[in-house]
């Protein structure tokens, strides 16, 4: 009997150790799984972080557009407005230009009247300064 008493003491014995066992391993387990359960959870605070800083970005970026697309507005109209007043600038200078051809026009059919009267006075004073002392006969012969 004393054989059968060690060996139903030893049965116990392994009984409780195993039980003990398990139990250490459910904890770690638990322990493991709360540790895992707190990662993800901070892993989601961190995503959740990041997303914010994302929109806030994307919200920045959309103001710098819209105050770009203000400006190049802007820059159109004052394209625009320049454009006309080159445009009106242009054609009081075609308008100069055509007055002041229209004036050498008329000068050119002033100046050659003025030309033929004066290059026939010219060569009638040349011609009759030049023949003036071969026509006349010298008083020393």
Known sequence: ??????????????VIGISLMLAVGLVGCASTREKDAEDAEAAAARSQASAERAEQAADKALEASAAAMKAADHAAAAVKEATKEMDRVSAHL????????????EDEDVKPRHRKKAAPDKAAKTTAAGSAPAAKPSPAK
């Open 94 to 105: 075609e308008q100069m230009q055509k007055e002041r051809d229209e004036e050498d026009a």
């Open 1 to 14: 009997m004393a054989l059968e008493s060690q060996s139903g003491s030893f049965a116990k014995r392994l």
